[in-house]
Nanobody
């Protein structure tokens, strides 16, 4: 069974940085596009960023462009989200998810079949 595990969340002050990691096991990561999503209570899950299976194509939500960077290391079975200049509006539970259509960079959660359990990001002074 496909497993995804997020890590790297925590409490950071506005303007600070965090690096989230998504560790994949029990499947070949290079065949999957991986997306990062976030969700706060009462709101829909939002697509933040996505990277294709071989890392050639990426997507960023307008709200994070220029501040977040997605990357992947298929040899390590990992995808990363470097988050810089964090703002209070970035606070959320962040999830990584796998889309078996590895070429498809998407922001719609329905395109993703496998999900991690989430990691909390809190941005507060």
């Amino acid at each position: 069974q496909v497993q995804l595990v997020e890590s790297g969340g925590g409490l950071v002050q506005p303007g600070g940085s965090l690096r989230l990691s998504c560790a994949a096991s029990r499947f070949s990561l290079e065949y999957y596009a991986i997306g990062w999503f976030r969700q706060t209570p009462g709101k829909e899950r939002e697509g933040v960023s996505c990277i294709s299976g071989v890392g050639r194509t990426t997507y960023y939500a307008d709200s994070v462009k220029g501040r977040f960077t997605i990357s992947r290391d298929n040899s390590k079975g990992a995808v990363y989200l470097q988050m810089n200049n964090l703002k209070p509006d970035d606070a959320a539970v962040y999830y990584c998810a796998a889309n078996p259509r590895g070429f498809e960079v998407a922001r719609d959660p329905l395109r993703f079949e496998f999900w991690g359990q989430g990691t909390q990001v809190t941005v507060s002074s």
